[in-house]
T-cell receptor, first 113, second 113 residues
Framework: GENVEQHPSTLSVQEGDSAVIKCTYS??????FPWYKQELGKGPQLIID?????GEKKDQRIAVTLNKTAKHFSLHITETQPEDSAVYFC????????????FGTGTRLKVLA | SQTIHQWPATLVQPVGSPLSLECTVE??????LYWYRQAAGRGLQLLFY??????ISSEVPQNLSASRPQDRQFILSSKKLLLSDSGFYLC????????????FGSGTQLSVL
């Protein structure tokens, strides 16, 4: 079955620097890759997603890149701010009508002021 | 717009007591509904999903059960809680139209003592 590996498990950056979180998936049929941000005591919030027919997507300070050949995708956060501190999860699923999201194990990002 | 409500936010229950967590979705019809559990500092484990009223699929054998008595209502239950049932429980939904986007509720922190 599908497996998603996420690295690093923790990441500390200085405010204003960039942060990159990487995920690798195993099932080449996966075609939808969302990223979630979870603040302490809250539910995960969808922040950006990408489909397999797109190589990159950007929304203000966050961007996601996808390399289908290598089967990995990455979250990029530029000009980090203290409010970016949270746990970030990647996920992969294949096709519409498939209900089993396979999540990565999460990355705890700390932005140091 | 669609919203998801989950309650209670926190719950402390003794071992052996029953459990009922409720989730409702507004602003959409025939959603797919999910229950996830998140152990402290851990990833997201899918417990149940439902594609319609009365249709429940279980992902892992456990002490819990789920029911969907109405289109937009999803209930997580247990007859007798175990210590190992402690965790952060999240309800989530996707549109029944096949849109892959998964949206989470605010979660219930359950402590079984």
């Amino acid at each position: 079955g599908e497996n998603v590996e996420q690295h690093p498990s923790t990441l500390s950056v200085q405010e204003g620097d960039s942060a990159v979180i990487k995920c690798t998936y195993s099932d080449s049929a996966s075609n939808y890759f969302p990223w979630y941000k979870q603040e302490l005591g809250k539910g995960p919030q969808l922040i950006i997603d990408i489909r397999s027919n797109v190589g990159e997507k950007k929304d203000q300070r966050i961007a996601v890149t996808l390399n289908k050949t290598a089967k990995h995708f990455s979250l990029h956060i530029t000009e980090t701010q203290p409010e970016d501190s949270a746990v970030y999860f990647c996920a992969a699923i294949k096709g519409r009508g498939t209900y089993k999201y396979i999540f990565g194990t999460g990355t705890r990002l700390k932005v140091l002021a | 717009s669609q919203t998801i409500h989950q309650w209670p936010a926190t719950l402390v229950q003794p071992v052996g007591s029953p459990l009922s967590l409720e989730c409702t979705v507004e602003g959409t019809s025939n959603p797919n509904l999910y229950w996830y559990r998140q152990a402290a500092g851990r990833g997201l484990q899918l417990l149940f999903y439902s594609v319609g009223i009365g249709q429940i699929s279980s992902e892992v054998p456990q002490n819990l059960s789920a029911s969907r008595p109405q289109d937009r209502q999803f209930i997580l239950s247990s007859k007798k809680l175990l210590l190992s049932d402690s965790g952060f429980y999240l309800c989530a939904w996707t549109a029944g139209t096949g849109d892959e986007k998964l949206f989470f509720g605010s979660g219930t922190q359950l402590s079984v003592l």
